[in-house]
């Protein structure tokens, strides 16, 4: 009995279909990183000010004095009274934390440690559970006209929640998949200022947007992006690697400088691509492979400019 338990347990984790035990497990792998600094009135407090920072919402308007920013001018009541008026805004009491999956079929493919769904999981896991030490509400979803998001929720609860979803978005290609820019778009109905958007990829994905949609998401929202890859797809072997392709064996002789580097052009110039436009429109990036410890990416959050008090 003894033997099958660990046969399961090795059959549970073999790094092609995720589970809920690895992915809670990874909870241990965020509290050991610091927690994002707050302002000095901690998450649920009230911070009036004339300036805009992560977590802050509009909460009434005042006359205009030397020195606020022009940018945050209240020009309508400006016009009504005659008289110049800045807005002031406020830190949300919960931020929220939503997390977008690619479900694109590439995904599910992986040559070392784990295919590049499960580590879109794991990478997925890690941002929930430091959602939930953040205090943040926890949501998710990926692109489908069908399945609506996981709703906004508090607490290991939450966190829970979008792990289970996790599991079933990535044990293996759903049947409808409407792609990275429809996930996007459900996304814009759920984010408000403030927001902290973590969103899971395939390269060729996120090439796909464009910038004006990425400059638009990094605008008023903290935005980081996770890169799924492979070591095959940017070190590939200098041999001839077999390949099956409905049903007939497929010979691609790697050692050939041509066949490389159209490889790389087709495998590894997506994500170089991706980094670069992504640093660019002011979101951070990282390439995540297969081999990575999955909380590799974490130094990525909290970098946005503290709140005013």
Do not use: C
């Not at 920013?69 to 800045?86: E, F, N, V």
């Not at 497929?250 to 052009?265: G, K, T």
């Not at 660019?280 to 959050?301: K, M």
């Amino acid at each position: 009995m003894g033997d099958n338990a660990a046969a399961g347990d090795a059959l549970r984790h073999d790094g092609i279909q995720p589970t809920l035990e690895e992915l809670v497990a990874l909870r241990a792998s965020v509290s050991g990183h610091r927690r994002a600094r707050q302002g000095r009135h901690g998450a649920s407090g009230h911070a009036l000010s004339p300036l805009r920072g992560r977590g802050m919402e509009y909460a009434e308007s005042r006359d205009y004095v030397a020195g606020d920013d022009a940018r945050h001018i209240d020009w309508r009541l400006t016009a009504r009274t005659g008289r110049a008026h800045t807005k002031l805004f406020q830190a949300e009491r919960e931020r929220l934390t939503l997390i977008v999956a690619d479900t694109a079929p590439a995904l599910y493919f992986g040559t070392r440690t784990r295919f590049k769904s499960v580590q879109a999981a794991r990478a997925g896991a890690v941002a929930a559970w430091a959602a939930v030490r953040d205090g943040d509400r926890i949501a998710a979803l990926r692109g489908s006209v069908r399945e609506p998001p996981i709703a906004p929720a508090s607490g290991a609860r939450g966190g829970l929640r979008v792990l289970d979803a996790l599991v079933r978005w990535y044990a293996q290609p759903p049947g409808e998949d409407a792609g990275l820019g429809i996930a996007l778009d459900h996304a814009q109905r759920l984010l408000r200022p403030g927001a902290r958007l973590v969103i899971l990829a395939d390269p060729h994905s996120a090439v796909a947007i464009t910038d004006q949609r990425w400059s638009a998401l990094a605008q008023h929202q903290e935005v980081v992006v996770l890169l799924l890859t492979d070591p095959l797809e940017t070190q590939p072997p200098k041999q001839a690697l077999p390949f099956s392709r409905e049903g007939h064996r497929v010979e691609l002789d790697l050692a050939s400088p041509a066949q490389r580097q159209r490889w790389l052009r087709e495998f590894g110039a997506p994500i170089e691509a991706a980094l670069t436009r992504l640093s660019a429109r002011g979101i951070r990036a990282q390439a995540l492979s297969t081999e990575l410890p999955s909380e590799s990416w974490l130094p990525l959050l909290g970098r946005m400019r503290p709140l005013v008090a």
